[in-house]
């Protein structure tokens, strides 16, 4: 690709990302709302808010816990969120000994507790180990959230509440997922910790 095919590319690209992120904000503002509720609900009743993903949905985890735990607009006291087999031997561990399907599960079942929060991101909406820790979730009476693509899929079928992201792009998906993260923190923080 030459100079100005690249820049074509990147202004095409990057308008892409802008045009799927409108039509998510008119099309689900109020499931993004809820699920934002259901959080600083959560962390005000002491819950913890749990997240799971594979590939770049986990990484995605890992940042949002990250503003949650760390900061995100402004420094405040730290809140409880944790990412599902975030320490590398319990995975392998699991993944080992009882199947890739089990990593979340497992670890689902050793810390949820009754009025925690499950947030499962999978682009697909059927990955098989985030419906499996979604579905020990709401056994254990934990509000179970997805983010997902466009289509119905599973994750449907064992959630509370559903993001839909009005595209099939994984890359445009995992785009609209992280800018939801940081609104919702930025949401959780001056709900929680207003400042004067």
Not at 82 to 97: C, K, R, Y
Request: aromatic share 6%.
């Amino acid at each position: 690709m030459n100079a100005d095919a690249i820049q074509t590319e990147f202004n095409r690209q990057l308008a892409e990302s802008a045009s799927i992120k409108q039509e998510l904000a008119a099309r689900q503002a109020g499931v993004m709302a809820e699920m934002a509720a259901v959080m600083v609900s959560a962390f005000r009743q002491g819950k913890r808010v749990y997240w799971c993903g594979n590939g770049g949905s986990f990484t995605d985890c890992h940042h949002i816990v990250g503003e949650l735990v760390g900061r995100y607009g402004y420094d405040r006291p730290p809140l409880p969120s944790f990412v599902l087999a975030a320490g590398v031997a319990s995975l392998t561990a699991i993944a080992n000994d009882y199947g890739y399907e089990q990593i979340f599960k497992r670890e689902a079942e050793a810390v949820l507790q009754k009025g925690d929060v499950l947030v499962g991101l999978s682009t697909s909406g059927n990955s098989k180990n985030v419906i499996a820790a979604l579905e020990v979730a709401r056994a254990r009476g934990c509000v179970t959230l997805g983010w997902a693509g466009q289509k119905t899929a599973r994750i449907d079928e064992v959630c509370d509440l559903v993001l839909h992201v009005p595209s099939s792009h994984t890359p445009r998906i995992q785009e609209c997922h992280i800018a939801v993260g940081h609104v919702i923190c930025d949401i959780i923080e001056k709900s929680l910790f207003p400042r004067a």
